[in-house]
Structures are given as C-alpha cells and as structure tokens.
C-alpha cells in the first residue's frame, strides 16, 4: 500500500511589497493619531515605508508623534509682589540723626504739585537704586499750620502713602520720619533698595 504524500508547494516567490500612496500615506497619518496604546504597553514607533515613485516631488511628511519634541505650554512670568516695606530700625535712625552715617542724597518736593512731585519721587528713587545709594532724604515740607490753607500739607500726607505702593517699593527698602535737624515732621528718611546686577 502506498503512503499518500501530499504535492510540494511551488518555491515561494519573493513578495513585492507595493509602496503606499501619497493619499494612502495621509490616511494611514490620521488614523494612527487617533489610536489609543493598550494600557501598560508602550507606544510602538511607525516605521516609514519608502515613497512611490513618482514625477512630481512629494512634500516630506511630519515626523511620527513618538518623535517630534513634546511642546508644553510655556508659563508666562507673573509679576512677583514687591518684598513689604520695613521701618528703620532706632540704631539707623539714630546714626542718621547724629551724622553717623550719610545721607546719600536728598530730593525737595515742597512747592510742587502731586503730580510732578509724584514723577520726580519716582526717578529719584529709580536713580538712586541704579547708583547703589543707601539712604536718602525726602522734604516734603511741613505743610499748613493751624487755619491754614487745607490743600497745603498734601505732600506730607501723600508721600507716605506713595512709598507704600508697589511701583515704589520696587526701589525702597523702609522709611521713616526725620530728625529735627533734617526736617522733622517734614521730611523722611529712605532706605534704598539697590538694583540688581
């Protein structure tokens, strides 16, 4: 009896592998963003298959996702709160009173409006941070006296206040009232915040 023996396959021939459009190379693009990786399988790189040739030069396309660098949204620098301001301590206060230690330079605002007494505080204080001074005196006057006109004495009052906003305390440190020999009541002691770098 004879053992049946099933007919040999023809030798394979070595398959073409057809190469993708550009239509089809677009296609396959969009559809492989939308795939979603298994949970706890890493995504798989995509192997590029050569272009078909053809006569009009095709445009490269994007390198694959798992490629091109990962764009985060870039953090826009928030403005830092100016540091709060501190009064100066009684020995500074003492040793500037005495003449212990200098005043670096000195602004007189009395007799000029808010406004340009306001702009002029502002680049003296800029200027003297720039130049690394240390402490400054600032004349406001005195202003009225009893039944006096009531508009005068605004500096006095508002310079204070000026100092304690942030646009100024970028540039101050602390402040506090004078002594009688610099002023007094109409006039300050500032402590200088020096520029960086």
Do not use: C, N
């Not at 500037?96 to 680049?123: C, E, N, V, W, Y």
């Not at 204070?160 to 942030?166: D, V």
Request: net charge positive; aromatic share 4%.
């Amino acid at each position: 009896m004879k053992r049946f023996v099933p007919p040999l396959d023809p030798p394979a021939t070595p398959r073409r592998k057809r190469s993708l459009s550009e239509e089809e190379r677009v296609l396959w693009d969009s559809v492989a963003k939308q795939v979603k990786p298994l949970r706890g399988r890493p995504r798989l790189t995509r192997i590029e298959l050569p272009a078909a040739p053809s006569d009009t030069p095709v445009a490269k396309p994007p390198p694959p996702p798992s490629q091109q660098p990962i764009k985060r949204p870039v953090k826009l620098a928030t403005p830092m709160s100016p540091p709060p301001l501190a009064s100066l301590g009684r020995r500074e206060r003492s040793h500037l009173s005495r003449g212990r230690k200098d005043i670096d330079a000195r602004i007189d605002l009395h007799g000029m409006t808010q406004a340009r007494a306001h702009h002029a505080l502002l680049r003296f204080l800029q200027g003297a941070s720039h130049d690394g001074l240390s402490f400054v005196l600032v004349i406001t006057g005195k202003g009225a006296r009893l039944g006096g006109d009531p508009e005068r004495g605004v500096l006095r009052r508002q310079v204070p206040q000026w100092l304690s906003l942030p646009e100024f305390r970028t540039y101050v440190v602390g402040f506090d009232e004078a002594a009688i020999g610099h002023g007094g009541e109409g006039a300050l002691y500032v402590r200088v915040r020096r520029a960086r770098g």
